[in-house]
């Protein structure tokens, strides 16, 4: 029997699909009943049956078969079409639309009109929350330095910048205000800010060590605070303002008594106005959308980012007539704040126009690839398989730098490979094509440095001389095809946990006889706030005291620096240089005058670059040289530039150019003693501690509640820190 039934009717079209069954046969009678949908007037054509009951006793299973087929087909263009007409009908319906999670997320900011920052800082952490969302943290274990005491990798200062509206992180920082130089970087890092940007300053422990008083000052005016410049060592201390604006909260922990140990932790949970979605800072002078979105979503990029913002295009460079086109390879990582102010440096000096910049990226960091695309550089980025901070990791970097560059630049003879934390002489494009000619005349020249670290000022003078040293490939150096096409197969291999430039000198370069350019006045300087491999002890002590030309129309002299002809020029000046011999302390005599008067030759004992005796640390120290360096020396004869003058230190018996009898060491070969080590030390010490002068504030009891709450009952503990006393 089949029984059709049209008096109800479901709303769900899937009850048309699940309400069907084929029948079942039992015995000689078979049954079925189907419950149809109303038919409208337009289906008549397609199905006719009445409301009536029909029966039709023992049907065969042929005609069951046809009526099923009659029915599931016209249930089928039912439900086809009212299912299609439902889907234009949620078309429409915004219930209905899938949304991506961004929506969801700026609907919660539209609600909420506050951004909730918390902060926690102890002796080993420091984290940073916005809006329940994690978007800084960093935890160290603590360092057994002696036997007694520990230390810990993450004092300093943390800088965190959130965007205004979605507090999404634009920039992270982290400042070892415990070392000499790292304050500096602390400003300039906080005036590079956008108005309008929220910022957290998180700092624990001893993050005021070397917090100078122009550092204090400046956060001082720059957070409109109270408590800053009052923190006393191991005391921690949160701020959170807006850049240009108010500041919302300022904390710090107060050790009641003078103790060497850190305060307890410090959390801090502030509500801070949300900046409208939307809403920006207006400025109708900056009209490239692609600078906008990217000054919007990074921050550290200074007036570049401000309004209407810094032009930038080699088209702005002066001109510069060249032989051959040298690119530029840019070794980077995440900071694209200093490669933007290298781009400005060679884009404003004499041949920027026509040199090409490649950027190299360690890692996959969207942030170059969108500075990249916004400065129109082409850029290459590598996915290095060595641990991040390893020295691995560097080598297999430079080692891809330098063959992505050939690569790129596929008719290009010479790269000039540029790491991104260096400062450029206005000359430094000039520099290397004047010395390029002398990578294509004399194969035993190795490479052409920018930087010589025996240059400080004032004694470094000369910008037109150069040397031909025993050194390493830093701070800028240029080389060819040929050498990239015979070196790169013999690079440190992934398993050797050595520095490439040492491997480099000491397994092919010095091996080989083969000696690499440098200048007497460097082309780079170094810029560093104090990071693992230059400590701000290094920076501040001697880095920053480096020279740099400033002459963008220097002109270097390369007729002497072909190996023959470099080695009669040797010859020539070692005769008829004035021969010093040292009978009182070379700190305490002047031997050379300030003037440019000639060249000077100084013999001292030294069998090997080791320096065993501690002559040549003892003379240099006193001559203005790099006294902890001793590679930098062709032949165990290393050359100082001082006020004009050449002085040639020359090793007996070491080096080739040792002339004197053995009877005659008493007299002219110089030997220092340890009372003379001692006084170089000394004056070395004396230097120093002009650079690294430290801000020790120890709490001490109050002797009213009021000098407690205003944080003023410490007192300045008045001793220095010479770099030795840090590293031995």
């Known amino acids: 029997m089949i029984v059709a039934d049209t008096s109800t009717y479901p709303t769900s079209p899937m009850w048309h699909y699940t309400s069907l069954a084929k029948p079942r046969a039992t015995g000689e009678q078979r049954h079925l009943t189907v419950a149809l949908p109303p038919c409208p007037h337009h289906y008549h054509n397609h199905l006719s049956l009445t409301t009536s009951v029909l029966t039709i006793a023992r049907l065969t299973p042929l005609l069951l078969a046809s009526v099923w087929l009659l029915v599931a087909g016209a249930m089928g263009t039912v439900v086809e079409e009212r299912y299609g007409h439902w889907l234009k009908l949620a078309e429409g319906d915004e219930r209905m639309r899938a949304q991506p999670p961004e929506v969801f997320l700026r609907r919660r900011e539209a609600a909420a009109q506050s951004i909730a920052v918390e902060v926690l800082v102890d002796a080993l952490t420091v984290q940073i929350l916005a809006d329940g969302l994690q978007v800084l943290r960093q ?54 800010l956008q108005p309008g940007s929220l910022v957290v300053l998180a700092a624990p422990g001893d993050w005021t060590l070397f917090l100078d008083q122009k550092t204090s000052d400046f956060l001082m005016e720059f957070l409109q605070g109270w408590w800053v410049g009052d923190v006393c060592l191991g005391e921690m201390w949160v701020a959170v303002a807006t850049v240009g604006g108010k500041l919302w909260a300022e904390v710090a922990t107060s050790m009641r008594t003078l103790s060497n140990k850190n305060s307890s932790p410090l959390h801090l949970t502030v509500q801070v106005p949300r900046r409208p979605s939307g809403v920006a800072a207006e400025c109708e002078e900056r009209t490239d959308t692609k600078k906008i979105k990217f000054c919007e979503e990074y921050e550290g990029y200074g007036d570049w980012c401000g309004c209407p913002g810094l032009s930038l295009s080699p088209d702005l460079a002066p001109p510069m007539d060249v032989k051959e086109q040298i690119p530029i390879v840019i070794v980077t990582a995440r900071h694209q704040f200093k490669v933007l102010r290298q781009i400005r440096q060679l884009w404003s000096q004499a041949g920027g126009s026509v040199t090409p910049i490649l950027l190299s990226v360690d890692g996959n960091q969207k942030e170059a690839l969108d500075f990249a695309q916004v400065v129109g550089l082409p850029a290459v980025f590598h996915n290095n398989p060595a641990p991040p901070g390893s020295n691995i990791r560097i080598n297999e970097h430079i080692k891809f730098s330098i063959f992505q560059a050939f690569k790129h630049f596929s008719s290009a003879d010479k790269v000039i490979v540029l790491e991104d934390d260096l400062i450029l002489a206005p000359d430094f494009i000039r520099y290397f094509h004047q010395t390029a000619p002398l990578l294509d005349a004399d194969d035993t020249i190795f490479c052409i440095n920018a930087y010589n670290y025996n240059s400080f000022t004032p004694f470094a003078m000369d910008t037109s001389r150069l040397y031909r040293e025993d050194i390493l490939p830093a701070y800028g150096w ?105 009978t009182t302390h070379p700190c305490v005599k002047q031997y050379i005058p300030q003037t440019k008067v000639g060249s000077f030759l100084i013999y001292y004992y ?123």
Not at 143 to 149: H, L
Request: glycine fraction near 6%; proline fraction near 5%; aromatic fraction near 12%.
């Open 139 to 192: 935890h160290n274990v603590s360092t057994k330095i002696t036997p007694t005491n520990y230390t810990t990798g993450h004092r300093g200062v943390h800088v965190a910048a959130l965007h205004p509206s979605h507090a999404f992180l634009t920039l992270s920082a982290y400042f070892r205000t415990w070392q000499p130089r790292a304050a500096k970087g602390l400003r300039d890092t906080l005036a590079s």
């Open 478 to 582: 240029m080389v060819n095809r040929r050498w990239a096409q015979e070196i790169l197969p013999l690079w440190p291999k992934h398993s050797h946990a050595v520095d490439w430039d040492w491997y480099l000198r000491g397994m092919i370069q010095s091996s080989s006889g083969r000696d690499i350019v440098t200048p007497e006045v460097s082309r780079t300087k170094h810029d560093g706030n104090g990071g693992v491999h230059v400590t701000g002890w290094e920076q501040g002590g001697y880095f920053d005291r480096r020279a740099l030309n400033s002459n963008p129309q220097a002109v270097v002299n390369i007729s002497y620096l072909t190996s023959e002809v470099y080695e009669r020029f040797l010859q020539q000046e070692l005769s008829t240089a004035t021969l010093l011999q040292i």
């Open 606 to 728: 030294g069998q090997t670059e080791k320096d065993d005796l501690l002559s040549y640390f003892t003379l240099v120290g006193c001559f203005g040289g790099y006294e902890k360096g001793r590679m930098e020396h062709h032949h165990l004869m290393h050359t100082i530039g001082y006020y004009g003058n050449a002085v040639y230190l020359v090793a007996c018996p070491g080096s080739a150019y040792c002339t004197v009898k053995a009877e005659d060491y008493p007299r002219l070969v110089y030997t220092a003693s340890l009372k003379d080590v001692e006084q170089t030390r000394r004056h070395i010490d004396d230097i120093m501690q002009h650079v690294h002068v430290p801000n020790i504030k120890r709490r001490v009891p109050p002797f009213e509640p009021l000098e407690e709450f205003a944080m003023e009952n410490y007192i300045f503990i008045n001793t220095t820190f010479t770099y030795r006393e840090i590293t031995s």
